[in-house]
Structures are given as structure tokens and as C-alpha cells.
């Protein structure tokens, strides 16, 4: 009786959920044989049609451990990942330029496993609830405001980054998930990010009028 339970109704094995981050690390770690992977190709493996997925991977990318500055370039497929959402496009178009960046494997293995014990609360309790925040229309402004909290990721704010790519790294996952409790916490995270980091720039741009 208990290997009955182990199948499916249709007599197969049933199979189980691979977790996102296990997923993103099966997507580099099949490529062992190379020191770098590009974006295109990881993009191909988890479903390039999918904004969630290609979120989900832009916002690791923005917490590796990059120079400062970086985001200024790093946070230009998500600007342009969350606009095409705010527009309606149905799937991703990124230029070819973009698929073709490269992405150090191991590096980018090392911020997955480190965040997994962030993530693993949230991977056991995401699932698909509250449908209405997946219509067509809905989508639109979940990208318009993700596409804001990419704004703030662009501005070369000192650690304000920081807060932004988690936010979207969590409404990432209720974008693959289709769990619209955890893509409002996501929304929720992006407002908090988007808030210091306007308190940043402003202090900032205080200082250098005080020096004129």
C-alpha cells in the first residue's frame, strides 16, 4: 500500500519539486567543465519565457560580490526585464549582447548556497494562492513597480543594492510560483529599499551641496 501512495495515479513514481535554488545550481553545475556560463544559456534552462526566472537570476547576479559601481551595469536587464512586464510583453526579449554575458559558475554557486537558508523557509511554504494578482493587468503594474525598485538598483548608492536585488530576488519568486503572498512581500521589501535608498541619495546630495 505505501508504494502505491509513492505513485501517481497514473502508476509513475511521483516526482517532487525541485526547489528554486537547487534549480539555479543545477543550472550552473552542469556546466562544470567551464569557469563562466553565459546568462542566455542559464536563461534557456529554467525557461527564458519565464519573467520570474530571468528576475530571479538577474537579482543574484546584483549580490555577487561585484566592484562598486557595478550595478550601474548589472541592473540594466532588470530595468529592462521589468519594463517589458509594466508593458505587457507576453515573454522576455533581451538583446543578444546581455544573453551573451558571461557569469563566473562558482561565484554565482556561492551566493546561491549562502542564501539557502534564507530562501528554504520560503521554498516550503510557496505555493499558488490569490490568482487575481496574475491577470494580465495586474502584471502590468507588479512590473511597473518592480521596474522602480530597479531604478533605485541602478543608482550607484553604496549597499542600497543590496536591499533592492533581495526585494526582487523574493517578488521573483512569487512570480514563479504564482504565490501572491510572497510576491507583496516582495513588493513590500522593494518599497523598503526604495525608501533608504532615496534617504541615501538625498543625504548624499546634501553633503556635496554643503561643500560648494
Known sequence: MTA???RSARGR?????????????WAFGRHRKVESVRLGRVLKDQGQGSFGW??????????????????????????????QMALGF????????INRQRVPRRGFQRVVMRLRPLLRPVEKVIRPRHPQFFTTKAERVIGTLLFVVSAALFLPIPFSGLLSASALLVAAMGLIERDGVVTLIGLAM??????????????IVMGAQSFI
Not at 507576453?90 to 549582447?97: E, I, K, N, S
Open 190 to 203: 522593494g518599497a523598503f529599499a526604495i525608501t533608504v535608498t532615496a534617504i541615501a541619495a538625498t543625504v
Open 13 to 25: 513514481p511521483a516526482m517532487a519539486r525541485r526547489s528554486m535554488s537547487k534549480a539555479l545550481l
Open 90 to 97: 507576453p515573454h522576455v526579449r533581451l538583446p543578444r549582447f
Open 54 to 83: 530571468s528576475i530571479l537570476l538577474f537579482a543574484v547576479v546584483n549580490l555577487l560580490p561585484l566592484p562598486l559601481g557595478s550595478n550601474v551595469v548589472t541592473a540594466i536587464p532588470l530595468l529592462l526585464l521589468t519594463g
Open 4 to 6: 502505491l501512495h509513492s
